[in-house]
């Protein structure tokens, strides 16, 4: 089944310029959605380290914890990669770099 491309007649005046910036907005929002998922995702990556952080040192939690951890996460969240037990050190070093 081929389907024959569609014949557009040409193009109202003023039609490119539109395009142009159109094109231009949608790459902007693109860019400002990418940042904004990656602040949040460091914040939360900042977080779930400082936890770690908090719990080993007021409830003497030792390091096993973050390979049951990375198993947790990965069993709630098949479809997300970063919470590998190297990964959820990263956070934790992250975190102890950067308290605040």
Do not use: C
């Not at 040409?10 to 929002?29: C, M, N």
């Not at 860019?31 to 914040?43: D, H, I, K, P, W």
């Amino acid at each position: 089944m081929t389907e024959k491309p569609v014949s557009l007649s040409s193009s109202p005046q003023g039609y490119t310029d539109w395009l142009v910036e159109l094109k231009g907005r949608i790459h902007a929002a693109q860019q400002r959605a990418t940042l904004a998922v990656n602040r949040e995702l460091v914040g939360l990556y900042w977080q779930i380290g400082r936890d770690i952080l908090v719990r080993q040192a007021e409830q003497g939690w030792g390091a096993k914890v973050i390979d049951r951890l990375a198993h947790d996460l990965s069993t709630a969240f098949p479809d997300m990669k970063g919470f590998s037990p190297r990964n959820l050190k990263y956070m934790r070093a992250f975190a102890e770099a950067w308290p605040d």
